[in-house]
């Protein structure tokens, strides 16, 4: 059983050890939202320990997509089935979140998202993507970027 994040009332619970919890408390909470309005799904995460399978998952597309190395400690991790598609978060320590969609039919979006909470600069791994930025009452400024995954990577069950 996962904690479930509250976007009402924002809090930094999981997120501690991070210097920034408060930027990445914002961020996880924004993501809560999308998901309460657009698929009526209630957004849990587990610590990252508990999910060392997923966030090797993660870690493994975006090394052999594009040789991407995640410097930070992940924190976090939320793992969502939603309409045949597996939704995946890492939140980690530098204010970084990165998501998978994955949808599980061959014909299917998949993808890798980064986004960026307040005040965090690009980190070295990730500067030869182009952030766009939105507004978020939640979250500040969050920056985002993606591409497309090109391989099949079933997401282990």
């Given amino acids: ?40 799904h209630v957004f849990t995460t587990v610590p990252a320990g508990e999910a060392q399978e997923t966030v090797d998952w993660v870690s493994g597309i975006l090394n052999e997509e594009r040789g991407i190395e995640i410097a930070s400690p ?15 978060h890492v939140f980690y320590e530098s204010r970084l979140s990165v998501n998978v969609l994955y949808t599980r039919a ?20 990730l500067g030869a993507f182009k952030f766009a930025r939105q507004k978020s009452k939640l979250a500040g400024t969050i920056r985002g970027s993606y591409f497309v995954i090109k391989g099949q990577h079933p997401m282990p069950r």
Avoid: C, Q
């Fill in 1 to 40: 059983m996962g904690h479930v994040i509250d976007f009402t009332d924002v809090s930094t619970a999981g997120l501690e050890s991070s210097p920034v919890a408060d930027a990445l408390a914002g961020l996880r909470a924004n993501e809560a939202r999308y998901f309460a309005n657009k698929y009526d």
């Fill in 74 to 88: 992940p924190l976090e991790v939320s793992v969502a089935d939603v309409d045949g598609i597996d939704w995946v």
């Fill in 106 to 125: 061959d014909s299917g979006k998949r993808a890798v998202g980064f986004k960026l909470s307040d005040g965090m600069e690009v980190p070295d791994e």
